[in-house]
């Protein structure tokens, strides 16, 4: 019963900082320097976790994950030729995450 109660606890917490910027929201004024700095950290986070996924793909068998039959490279440069010519940040994540199943597909055969 102890863990219960950690467990509700813990989702209490949880709730409380993730709604906090929610519900304060109206109140609080950001600079637009602030704002599109803030606008930046979704495609930040996106290209961390894919450059760790690209660089360890495969890297016992090859040594590093950098090599050609690596799909998560194709889909990162599909990603990164998207995002250049298109300013829509979802239909480039889409795009390059089709790039990246075809070619995964594609290796797998």
């Known amino acids: 019963m102890k863990n219960f109660h950690?467990?509700?606890?813990?989702?209490?917490?949880?709730?409380v900082v993730r709604s906090?910027?929610?519900?304060f929201s109206r109140k609080l004024r950001l600079s637009d320097r602030t704002r599109s700095a803030l606008e930046l950290v979704p495609p930040a986070v996106i290209a961390v976790i894919l450059a760790s996924a690209i660089a360890t793909n495969g890297a016992a068998a090859a040594g590093t994950g950098l090599h050609l039959r690596n799909p998560y490279l194709y889909g990162m440069f599909a990603t990164l030729v998207a995002s250049l010519l298109r300013s829509n940040f979802l239909s480039s994540i889409a795009i390059g995450?089709?790039?990246?199943?075809?070619?995964?597909l594609a290796f797998i055969a």
């Open 97 to 104: 995450s089709a790039v990246f199943t075809a070619a995964r």
């Open 6 to 15: 950690v467990i509700l606890l813990m989702g209490f917490c949880v709730l």
């Open 20 to 23: 906090a910027p929610f519900v």
